[in-house]
């Protein structure tokens, strides 16, 4: 079946970086658009950054646009979210997806996601 595994996250000061990873298994990776997306206490699940199969196409949301960045190892079958300048109202936990559709994962609708890994911001 397919998994999603996600890693990096944890605690952090505003201003620092983090990186997560996501590893992939059961679907053919190169295949898929892969996406990151995060659900802060009390509110709604919200995109973060999605790219294409080739990693050619990215697109981030306008709240992380120039600090986060989204990339990808098909070869690792891995991909990654570079966040930089940590905000405090980054905290949230992060998700990662996959789907087939660029414009799906754009829009919120993935077919498959992982169980999250926790980022905390303390200001």
């Known amino acids: 079946q397919v998994q999603l595994v996600e890693s990096g996250g944890g605690l952090v000061q505003a201003g620092d970086s983090l990186r997560l990873s996501c590893a992939a298994s059961g679907l053919t990776f190169s295949s898929y658009v892969m996406g990151w997306f995060r659900q802060a206490p009390g509110k709604e699940r919200e995109f973060v950054a999605a790219n294409s199969w080739s990693g050619g196409s990215t697109y981030y949301a306008d709240s992380v646009k120039g600090r986060f960045t989204i990339s990808r190892d098909n070869a690792k079958n891995t991909v990654y979210l570079q966040m930089n300048r940590l905000k405090p109202e980054d905290t949230a936990v992060y998700y990662c997806?996959?789907?087939?559709?660029?414009?799906?994962?754009?829009?919120?609708?993935?077919?498959?996601w992982g169980q999250g890994t926790q980022v905390t911001v303390s200001s």
């Open positions: 997806a996959a789907d087939r559709g660029l414009s799906r994962m754009v829009r919120g609708i993935y077919d498959y």
